[in-house]
C-alpha cells in the first residue's frame, strides 16, 4: 500500500521561504515520477514541479520558476519542494503526488496515481 506523507506547510511573510518534504513508501519508486501540485481555495489543483528517477530534467510551472527548487532523495524515497520568495499568490494546499513512469507524461490530476493528503502553506503579505 503505497502512502505519501506530506510536512514543512506553514504560515510564512512574502518573500520568505518553506521547504516541503514528501515521504514515500510501501513500494519502490524506481521510475517514478514524483511531484508536486497545489490547490488554492475556489481554484482547480495544478501542477507545480516533478521530477523523475534520476533527479534529472525537473520541470515546473512557470508562476514558480526560478523560485521553487524540487529534488529528491531516492534512498530516504523522499522528494522535497524548496519554496523561496514566496508570494500570497502561492498560498494553497500543496499535495504530493507519485506517477508511474520514466518520464514525466502529464501534468493534470487525473495523471497522477497516488497522492499524499495535502499540507497547508499560507503566504501573508
Known amino acids: 500500500q503505497v502512502q505519501l506523507v506530506e510536512s514543512g506547510g506553514g504560515l510564512v511573510q512574502a518573500g520568505g521561504s518553506l521547504r516541503l518534504s514528501c515521504a514515500a513508501s510501501?513500494?519502490?519508486?524506481?521510475?517514478?515520477?514524483m511531484a508536486w501540485l497545489r490547490q488554492a481555495p475556489g481554484k482547480e489543483r495544478e501542477f507545480v514541479a516533478g521530477i523523475n528517477w534520476s533527479g534529472g530534467s525537473p520541470e515546473y510551472a512557470d508562476s514558480v520558476k526560478g523560485r521553487f527548487t524540487i529534488s529528491r532523495d531516492n534512498v530516504k524515497n523522499t522528494v522535497y519542494l524548496q519554496m523561496n520568495s514566496l508570494k500570497p499568490g502561492d498560498t494553497a494546499v500543496y499535495y504530493c503526488?507519485?506517477?508511474?513512469?520514466?518520464?514525466?507524461?502529464?501534468?493534470?490530476?487525473?495523471?497522477?496515481?497516488?497522492w499524499g493528503q495535502g499540507t497547508q502553506v499560507t503566504v501573508s503579505s
Open positions: 503526488a507519485v506517477q508511474r513512469g520514466p518520464n514525466l507524461r502529464g501534468y493534470r490530476p487525473y495523471e497522477y496515481d497516488y
Open positions: 510501501g513500494r519502490t519508486f524506481n521510475n517514478y515520477i
